[in-house]
T-cell receptor, first 111, second 112 residues
Framework: DADVTQTPRNRITKTGKRIMLECSQTKGHDRMYWYRQDPGLGLQLIYYSFDVKDINKGEISDGYSVSRQAQAKFSLSLESAIPNQTALYFC??????????FGSGTRLTVV | QKEVEQNSGPLSVPEGAIASLNCTYSDRVSQSFFWYRQYSGKSPELIMSIYSNGDKEDGRFTAQLNKASQYVSLLIRDSQPSDSATYLCAAFGSGNTGKLIFGQGTTLQVKP
């Protein structure tokens, strides 16, 4: 099993719908992150969490929300999806000072 | 200046050659640097980390850190077509934020 699991792998949704992307990890890391990646724009941080009671906004948090249900689970929600949220979404985990481990990604298309 | 900058490329090298990928950084990052490899449509994979000045070798990969000039390099010896991917340079932001800041990535093409 993968250390960091994202579901779903692919999703097509309509404008205005609420959608949740889920991430779970077995690495025992406290720190979890959500990034989006657009072609040519690199990785942009949406939200991050250093423990269950700690949630922080990243560079592009508008239109997104998160929930840290447990140390191992970190979910990203799009409250009302819009087409420019079409992107590849990655969850990542880390231990302090160590580089990230990424999940396989969710390809989201908003039509 | 962006915190972490890379030339987007593409960088094209023949099979068997040395590929040299470069990254510059600003004073707004800490001194921990990482190189990730990302195949198209896949997730980034950590291939090298470097924390101190000098070279660090792992197989065909060598990471180089020059703090005085504020650059980090990744050398790939005996490049193979399977090395064709986008390489992301990353560093933690200063102030122990725990957030990795990524460069835009350099696309490497290794031609048979």
């Amino acid at each position: 099993d993968a250390d960091v699991t994202q579901t779903p792998r692919n999703r097509i949704t309509k404008t205005g719908k609420r959608i949740m992307l889920e991430c779970s990890q077995t690495k025992g890391h406290d720190r979890m992150y959500w990034y989006r990646q657009d072609p040519g724009l690199g990785l942009q941080l949406i939200y991050y969490s250093f423990d269950v009671k700690d949630i922080n906004k990243g560079e592009i948090s508008d239109g997104y929300s998160v929930s840290r249900q447990a140390q191992a689970k970190f979910s990203l929600s799009l409250e009302s999806a819009i087409p420019n949220q079409t992107a590849l979404y990655f969850c990542a985990t880390s231990d302090s000072g160590i580089g990230y481990t990424f999940g396989s990604g969710t390809r989201l298309t908003v039509v | 200046q962006k915190e972490v900058e890379q030339n987007s490329g593409p960088l094209s090298v023949p099979e068997g050659a040395i590929a040299s990928l470069n990254c510059t950084y600003s004073d707004r990052v800490s001194q921990s640097f990482f190189w990730y490899r990302q195949y198209s449509g896949k997730s980034p994979e950590l291939i090298m980390s470097i924390y101190s000045n000098g070279d660090k070798e792992d197989g065909r990969f060598t990471a180089q850190l020059n703090k005085a000039s504020q650059y980090v390099s990744l050398l790939i010896r005996d490049s193979q077509p399977s090395d064709s991917a986008t390489y992301l340079c990353a560093a933690f932001g200063s102030g122990n934020t725990g957030k990795l800041i990524f460069g835009q990535g350099t696309t490497l093409q290794v031609k048979p």
